[in-house]
């Protein structure tokens, strides 16, 4: 048919979208190790070790709430991918919007469970008490930070699943990467270091 590509042209646009995917997630881990590096001890100097040690310590915790995905992102992937294919288009609309919806929710309850932890997290920690303060605010703003990022999973399914679009989704993180994430964070918990960051200065300082 005149209006579908070729094969050879279809073979063509599928190895240059591999190898776009792959340089770009290669370059990304080469600029998240190159910006750590550096940043590393900037923030070690700036926050002092004590304060560092809170925030590392704190944002570790509350990275565990990233388990609140459910695997709901690598399902989004999966499905928008395989309706995309098939010219589904309203299903995929569909699973959208349920699973955003459904990301709202644990984005709640990721805060909730922060409002919860923040005044009783220092205690149950046996942090010093003048350092309780400051860990209360990263708990609490940490826990938002997660809360907020859950419902933006599901663009980066998207971008990944309908338009395999991993080149996007690394510069997206590359951005975040360079605004002063957590060292050693994980997915979401990354952008609750950033928050927590925030809050360990101001209260700190």
């Not at 915790?61 to 991918?81: E, M, P, R």
């Not at 399914?157 to 002063?180: E, I, K, N």
Request: glycine content about 12%.
């Amino acid at each position: 048919m005149t209006g579908e590509p070729s094969q050879p042209a279809k073979g063509e646009k599928l190895r240059a979208q591999v190898l776009r995917n792959t340089l770009s997630n290669t370059i990304g881990k080469i600029v998240t190790l190159g910006v750590w590096f550096f940043l590393t001890p900037f923030l070690l100097h700036q926050l002092g070790a004590s304060d560092y040690g809170l925030w590392i310590l704190i944002t570790s915790i509350v990275a565990y709430g990233s388990l609140l995905d459910f695997g709901v992102a690598n399902a989004i992937t999966k499905y928008v991918a395989q309706y995309h294919a098939e010219g589904q288009i309203e299903q995929a609309h569909s699973l959208v919007a349920t699973a955003l919806w459904l990301y709202m929710g644990l984005g709640l309850v990721a805060i909730a469970l922060g409002a919860v932890l923040a005044p009783i997290l220092p205690t149950l920690l046996q942090l010093p008490p003048e350092q309780h303060a400051t860990a209360s605010w990263l708990t609490l703003l940490s826990a938002l930070a997660l809360g907020v990022s859950l419902p933006s999973a599901t663009t980066i399914s998207v971008l990944r699943g309908g338009y395999h679009r991993d080149d996007v989704v690394h510069r997206r993180d590359d951005r975040r990467v360079a605004d002063g994430r957590r060292a050693g964070g994980h997915g979401r918990g990354e952008c609750a270091g950033h928050f927590g960051h925030a809050a360990s200065g101001r209260v700190a300082h």
